[in-house]
Nanobody
Framework: QVQLVESGGGLVQAGGSLRLSCVVSGRTFSSSDMGWFRQAPGMERGIVAAVSWTGIRTYYADSVKGRFTISRDNAKNTVYLQINGLRPEDAAVYCC?????????????????WGQGTQVTVSS
């Protein structure tokens, strides 16, 4: 059984930082592309960042470029999302997701496994 468990969310002041973590079990993490997605109340879930299984290819949504950094540690079966310069509009539930490597692009539909999410709240 594949499990993705996120952690690291919380309440942070605008301008602050957080590091989210997602630990994957039950799947060969090192051959999986990983993504971070977020969903705010009343909004559709959207991709924030993604990283290929090698760690070489990355993708960032325009709204987070320069502030968010995705990384992975294959030895720990963990993918991270470093969030700096938090803004009120970054508040959402952040989920990680996994897919088999080799897909082109980063569409949500290409991800097979999802975590439950971790809440990020930003105070202004």
């Amino acid at each position: 059984q594949v499990q993705l468990v996120e952690s690291g969310g919380g309440l942070v002041q605008a301008g602050g930082s957080l590091r989210l973590s997602c630990v994957v079990s039950g799947r060969t993490f090192s051959s999986s592309d990983m993504g971070w997605f977020r969903q705010a109340p009343g909004m559709e879930r959207g991709i924030v960042a993604a990283v290929s299984w090698t760690g070489i290819r990355t993708y960032y949504a325009d709204s987070v470029k320069g502030r968010f950094t995705i990384s992975r540690d294959n030895a720990k079966n963990t993918v991270y999302l470093q969030i700096n310069g938090l803004r009120p509009e970054d508040a959402a539930v952040y989920c990680c997701a996994a897919r088999k490597s080799g897909s082109s692009g980063w569409p949500q539909s290409s991800y097979d496994y999802w975590g439950q999410g971790t809440q990020v709240t930003v105070s202004s």
